[in-house]
């Protein structure tokens, strides 16, 4: 099938008690969604019912054999996060932590994966370097270089340009984008409006009143994506004197959880890699082996 990822009338929540209802939508190849909705609404639910880290209350979520073997996934970085006392190399080989599965080394193909991807984002000149001494920016594009290590066909990015300064956010979205543009699916949770100008498609979640999926175009010409773009940054998306149509052709693109980034905490246990777990946003630190040098 073409699509990649489907919902089936999802209901989401906790303990019995529903926080997303209603949900359907589906996610094909080479699309680029972005998830948007008011503080509280659901979007880190959804996020961890992607990953696979909760179960739906009702409905169905199909992946594609495609994507069997998991979404590479950029979380939310925490400050420990950014403390973390690693390379640059180290962290972008550890998305490859589930090909290796058993096995404490990296194989040629993994290493050369790496490098693949650090060139792919621009930071092979950053591999020596220590994750924490990068900034804000550059520890995205590590990230996301990590997240391509553990799968090139589609990445779920949570609030990616958090934190960053404008040129940075600017940056960042401009290589999601390229990315999107050479064949990776992405699905993004953003707060910032600006993320929608790069989308295809839109999901706006909430309650039943106020879901929506469909094509960026028809979001921003809706009564919700008008009023939602206008109650976050005085207008309605579409910059002046354009229309929606022609914003549309200028690019194609809470709650509650028992499961969270918190373990990232462990950091303090030891040395070792950080490892968003392939697909999932469990961390752990492994102590990986080198076979040969860098």
Known sequence: M???LICKNVTLGYEGIPVIEGLHFAVSKGDYLCILGENGSGKSTLVKALLGLIPAMSGEIVRSEEIADGVGYLPQQTVVQKDFPASVREIVRS???RRAKLRPFYNKEEKAL???NMARLGIS???GRCYRELSGGQQQRVLLARALCA?????LLDEPVTGLDPRAQADLYELIADLNRSGVTMIMVSHDVSAVRY???ILHIGSKEQLFFGTKDAYLNSRLGRSFLITETGHDGHPAGETAADTAEETSAEEKSGVSAKTAAAAAAGAGILAFGAGAA???YVKRGERSDR
Do not use: P, V
């Open 2 to 4: 073409s699509e990649q």
């Open 95 to 97: 998305g490859c932590i």
């Open 114 to 116: 790496a490098d693949e």
């Open 125 to 127: 000149e950053l591999a």
């Open 151 to 155: 799968t090139s066909r589609i990445l």
């Open 199 to 201: 989308a295809s498609h």
């Open 282 to 284: 469990i961390y752990k």
